[in-house]
């Protein structure tokens, strides 16, 4: 906006200037036209004084136009303008017919530079503006690659991260199994144990039958006196296998009972491990291969954002150059 007003102030102070030459060309051609064709001049004033005062008159009204207007445009070449004109007619040739052509000069000179000045302004205004639309994008996309890389970066961070802590796990999964594992152990100690107390409570229930057996077939053919002394030892016997027994049934169905339910919690412990470690190696591959492939990312935009630093290093150094080759030049000629 200020471009354009500066712009617009120049145009106005140029047209005005070429009204005043023309308007001055125009009192030249009016009211020297009769001096002229009479051979006139400021020499002859003498001669012929009515002639000469009116040629004087337009000479002065000229002048001051011309003066007039170099002090308020404060135009160099208009000041000197008006300087070799009155410097012209103190010389006392053709004043009219120099005035004219010096005007003319003057006229020819402002429009050439008003045709320069417009396509100046034609170039700067479309340099400028395609200029600044590509400084505009270069910014668009290296803030756009300066988010993309922040948002990899904090991806490959969280990753990393995750990745050790699955890691971490999945090592805590591995000891634990390692530990469950002495079950196999504690099996087949139970099966030795196991066999030991069948084998026993075998034993024992055939030597209670046999006692039973012999001591229920013996019974009426031994005497009262015996009979009563064999019986109590025999009965004492056979209530001490049979504690025996119970013990033995009674282990065994507590051992039989403790071991099926630690094999059901270690092969549940075991399988949820499996799914375990499956889950978490898989994302661990996942998770490995994705950072990665950000990692490669990250490189890749951070190529292109040096590429496109130097590209917009490159558009600045341009902008800067038609800064000073326009706004500077456009400021001179408003201020002129």
Same mark, same amino acid.
């Given at each position: 906006m200020a471009k354009a007003e500066e712009y617009? @102030?120049?145009?106005?102070?140029?047209?005005?200037?070429?009204t005043a030459l023309d308007t001055a060309k125009k009192v030249l051609v009016e009211k020297t036209a009769g001096a002229a064709d009479r051979e006139y001049s400021f020499i002859q004033v003498s001669a012929k004084t009515r002639v000469g005062v009116r040629a004087k008159q337009a000479k002065d009204d000229i002048l001051n136009l011309l003066q007039g207007l170099a002090k308020k445009?404060?135009? $160099?070449?208009? #000041?000197?303008?008006?300087?070799?004109? !009155?410097?012209?007619?103190?010389?006392?040739? +053709?004043?009219?017919?120099k005035i004219k052509g010096l005007i003319s000069e003057m006229i020819e000179k402002l429009e050439e530079e008003a045709a320069k000045e417009a396509a100046h302004k034609a170039f700067c205004d479309k340099e400028m503006k395609e @200029?600044?639309?590509?400084?505009?994008?270069?910014?668009? +996309?290296?803030?756009d690659l300066s988010t993309?890389? =922040?948002?990899? @970066?904090?991806?490959?961070?969280?990753?990393?991260?995750?990745?050790?802590?699955?890691?971490?796990?999945? /090592?805590?999964?591995?000891?634990?199994?390692? !530990?469950? =594992?002495?079950?196999?152990?504690?099996?087949?100690?139970w099966a030795d144990a196991k066999a030991d107390y069948e084998? /026993?409570?075998?034993?024992?229930?055939?030597?209670?039958?046999?006692?039973? +057996?012999?001591?229920?077939?013996?019974?009426?053919?031994?005497?009262q006196t015996q009979h009563d002394k064999a019986t109590g030892a025999a009965s004492g016997i056979i209530g001490m296998l049979e504690v025996v027994e119970s013990d033995f049934t009674k282990s065994l169905a507590e051992g039989t009972a403790k071991e099926s339910?630690?094999?059901?919690?270690?092969?549940?412990? @075991?399988? =949820? $491990?499996?799914?375990?470690?499956?889950?978490? #190696?898989?994302a661990?591959?996942?998770?490995?291969? +994705?950072?990665?492939?950000?990692?490669?990312?990250?490189?890749?935009?951070?190529?292109?954002k040096a590429t496109t630093e130097k590209?917009?290093?490159?558009?600045?150094?341009?902008?800067?150059?038609?800064?000073?080759?326009?706004?500077a030049k456009i400021g001179r000629a408003s201020c002129r």
């Amino acid at each position: 906006m200020a471009k354009a007003e500066e712009y617009e @102030t120049s145009q106005h102070s140029r047209s005005e200037e070429l009204t005043a030459l023309d308007t001055a060309k125009k009192v030249l051609v009016e009211k020297t036209a009769g001096a002229a064709d009479r051979e006139y001049s400021f020499i002859q004033v003498s001669a012929k004084t009515r002639v000469g005062v009116r040629a004087k008159q337009a000479k002065d009204d000229i002048l001051n136009l011309l003066q007039g207007l170099a002090k308020k445009t404060g135009d $160099n070449a208009m #000041s000197l303008l008006s300087q070799r004109v !009155e410097a012209a007619s103190m010389l006392g040739a +053709d004043p009219f017919a120099k005035i004219k052509g010096l005007i003319s000069e003057m006229i020819e000179k402002l429009e050439e530079e008003a045709a320069k000045e417009a396509a100046h302004k034609a170039f700067c205004d479309k340099e400028m503006k395609e @200029t600044k639309a590509k400084k505009e994008d270069k910014e668009t +996309d290296l803030d756009d690659l300066s988010t993309k890389i =922040d948002k990899a @970066t904090a991806k490959i961070a969280k990753l990393t991260e995750e990745i050790a802590t699955l890691e971490e796990e999945l /090592g805590a999964i591995a000891k634990a199994q390692q !530990e469950a =594992d002495i079950r196999a152990e504690e099996k087949a100690a139970w099966a030795d144990a196991k066999a030991d107390y069948e084998s /026993g409570i075998e034993g024992v229930g055939m030597a209670l039958k046999v006692l039973r +057996d012999y001591y229920a077939e013996k019974e009426e053919a031994l005497m009262q006196t015996q009979h009563d002394k064999a019986t109590g030892a025999a009965s004492g016997i056979i209530g001490m296998l049979e504690v025996v027994e119970s013990d033995f049934t009674k282990s065994l169905a507590e051992g039989t009972a403790k071991e099926s339910m630690a094999q059901e919690e270690y092969e549940k412990l @075991t399988q =949820d $491990n499996k799914i375990a470690t499956t889950e978490k #190696s898989t994302a661990v591959k996942y998770k490995t291969k +994705d950072k990665k492939e950000t990692e490669e990312m990250l490189v890749s935009l951070k190529e292109d954002k040096a590429t496109t630093e130097k590209e917009y290093a490159a558009v600045m150094e341009y902008w800067e150059e038609l800064q000073g080759m326009c706004i500077a030049k456009i400021g001179r000629a408003s201020c002129r």
